[in-house]
């Protein structure tokens, strides 16, 4: 056989239409994957934020209720404001109540109420009523 001339057999011409349409399919579908995966991280991650907060804000309101039994609200904020921090959290606001509503300071006080921010996220909790 001639260098110069082609055998049809050995070379045969490919149809350039479709090929590498189903790679294409194929990463749009891992892609897809992919971000739904990142958006179950995302909404577990905002759970768990939210359920540390509420966890912080339990544990500073009962703190906080104990010390009122003997201390005053002033000292039960200082002592919430502690917890709070040793707890990976920060007060953002600490008051008295009467089993119903936020008082500050007002006489025949029965517990605290108290506000915590983790990270971007907040929870209140209420401890008492405290008996003395």
């Not at 790679?23 to 579908?29: H, R």
């Not at 995966?37 to 939210?50: E, G, H, P, R, S």
């Amino acid at each position: 056989m001639n260098p110069t001339e082609t055998d049809t057999g050995k070379h045969s011409r490919r149809r350039l239409g479709d090929d590498g349409s189903v790679t294409v399919i194929g990463a749009a579908v891992i892609l897809g994957i992919i971000a739904c995966c990142l958006l179950i991280v995302q909404v577990t991650v905002a759970v768990v934020a939210q359920h540390r907060a509420v966890a912080a804000a339990d544990l500073v309101a009962v703190s906080a209720a104990t010390v009122l039994l003997t201390a005053g609200e002033q000292q039960a904020c200082s002592v919430a404001a502690q917890v709070a921090s040793g707890n990976g959290s920060e007060l953002v606001s600490c008051g008295t109540v009467d089993g119903t509503a936020t008082n500050h300071g007002t006489p025949g006080v029965t517990g605290m109420a108290v506000k915590v921010r983790v990270g971007t996220r907040e929870a209140r909790a209420a401890a008492g009523p405290a008996e003395r």
